[in-house]
């Protein structure tokens, strides 16, 4: 059990930091992040809000005060790296960060549940 501990943090604190970096590149070259979006045909309007909601889904990702936010952003997190790989691809960028985020978000969420179950 000890090794599904480390490994689940290990995958925790990896989501965490993918999500952090990739929110302060939303907030801090925004422009350069509009126009990834607008080649991929998404709205520009978007960009903000969602750094936004990286930050809160890492805090609930890691506080787990609430299940059901927990999950969440958990949702969010597989959502988010599924269709940027999708788009990545579409566009022709190749696979990146976000198809090895996968694995990761799916890693951190079955072993956290196992973990969390155990200590409950």
């Known amino acids: 059990m000890k090794i599904q501990k480390i490994i689940y943090w290990i995958a925790t604190i ?3 930091v993918i999500m952090l970096y990739s929110a302060q590149m939303y907030f801090f070259k925004t422009e350069m992040i509009e126009g990834f979006f607008k080649s991929f045909n998404y709205p520009t309007y ?3 809000p969602l750094a936004i909601l990286k930050v809160l889904g890492v805090v609930m990702v890691l506080w787990r005060k609430s299940a059901w936010l927990t999950e969440w952003a958990y949702a969010g ?3 988010d790296v599924v269709l940027a790989t999708a788009a990545h ?3 022709g960028h190749g696979l990146g960060l976000s198809f090895y985020a ?3 978000v799916l890693i951190s969420y079955f072993l956290g549940k196992d973990v969390r179950n155990l200590y409950e």
Do not use: D, M, Q, T
Request: hydrophobic share 75%; proline share 7%; net charge neutral.
């Open 14 to 16: 990896a989501l965490s």
């Open 77 to 79: 997190f597989f959502f």
């Open 46 to 48: 978007i960009v903000i």
């Open 89 to 91: 691809h579409h566009a």
């Open 102 to 104: 996968i694995p990761i």
